[in-house]
């Protein structure tokens, strides 16, 4: 396979540091640089906990971009940053490989567009975790057999979205099979406000933020006498890395934006 020149934004984050492992452990990916918001003109191996690896640090995405002409860029950092990193990087003809969570729909409408007016390709994945894209697969597939659904998904108290991207996804997965409905008791109150959690399309969704948590998901179908639960958890985010990696050499051959791993998974 053929060299892909790899920039990570977020480099000092949780999953930065792990996309970082990934670049270096795999023999046709380099990193040539790395967009944070510190340590601009330092070296990524000069920053403490990180990977021994040579490649520059920017602060400023684009001229990080003109001086290194990346084939791809990782984004991990947070929604805004990540929405505006995917903006340029379409813009200077780097194809972005996105796993920050926290997209709108028309975040998304917009960056498809600006894809294909450029030719180039784009994945927005909301989880790597081929666990979690079967748990969602799965979840579409029950939600034929069953209309009555609640989407708890569960992670670490550092997460700054809520619902997570994949409970997000999950929730639309399931609209394209199920008609729209409103589940519970017709004349339901909240007595405290939240306690049936987010509704997308009727599907209620509820967030969980709990120290010593990473990612989990479980989701509940309701029938008559009888309940399916799906459930997927993530015990560490090595496990995102062989999506990031799939991802990666994926892009290259792809000339428009693909959003969900399970659009290239086959
Ligand atoms: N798609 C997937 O499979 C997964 C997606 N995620 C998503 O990835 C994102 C990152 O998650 P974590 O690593 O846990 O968060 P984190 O908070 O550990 O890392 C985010 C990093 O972004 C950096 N950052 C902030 N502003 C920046 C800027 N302007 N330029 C460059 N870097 C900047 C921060 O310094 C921080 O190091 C989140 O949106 C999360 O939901 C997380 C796990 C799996
Ligand atoms: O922030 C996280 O940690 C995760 N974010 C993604 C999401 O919002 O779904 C993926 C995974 O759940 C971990």
């Known amino acids: 396979m053929s060299e892909i020149k790899i920039v990570v934004a977020g480099p000092r984050g949780r999953m930065g540091r792990e996309a970082l492992q990934l670049v270096k452990n795999t023999e046709h990916f380099t990193l040539v640089g790395a967009i944070d918001h510190k340590y601009g003109g330092k070296k990524v191996s000069e920053i403490e906990g990180l990977p021994n690896l040579d490649a520059p640090i920017y602060t400023d995405i684009e001229a990080c971009f003109s001086e290194l002409q990346p084939d791809v860029l990782i984004d991990l950092t947070t929604p805004e940053v990540g929405r505006v990193h995917t903006e340029i990087a379409l813009q200077y003809g780097v194809r972005p490989v996105v796993g920050t969570t926290g997209f709108s729909k028309e975040d998304l409408e917009t960056l498809s567009k600006l894809a294909e007016e450029k030719g180039i390709g784009a994945i927005i994945a909301p989880n790597f975790a081929i666990g979690a894209i079967l748990m969602m697969k799965f979840s579409q597939m029950a939600a034929k057999y069953f209309q009555d659904i609640e989407i708890i998904e569960l992670h670490h108290d550092k997460k700054l979205d809520a619902p997570s991207g994949t409970a997000a996804k999950t929730a639309e997965l399931i609209s394209t099979v199920r008609e729209s409905k409103k589940q519970g008791h017709p004349e339901e109150k909240e007595i405290m406000q939240g ?72």
């Open 195 to 266: 306690a049936r959690g987010a509704t997308y399309d009727g599907i209620h969704i509820h967030s969980v933020r709990l120290p010593g948590l990473i990612a989990h998901q479980e989701v509940l179908f309701g029938g008559n006498g009888q309940m399916l639960s799906i459930r997927h958890d993530s015990f560490n985010r090595e496990s995102f890395m062989s999506g990031v990696k799939l991802a990666v050499e994926t892009i290259m051959k792809i000339d428009l934006l693909v959003y969900g791993l399970e659009n290239i998974i086959e």
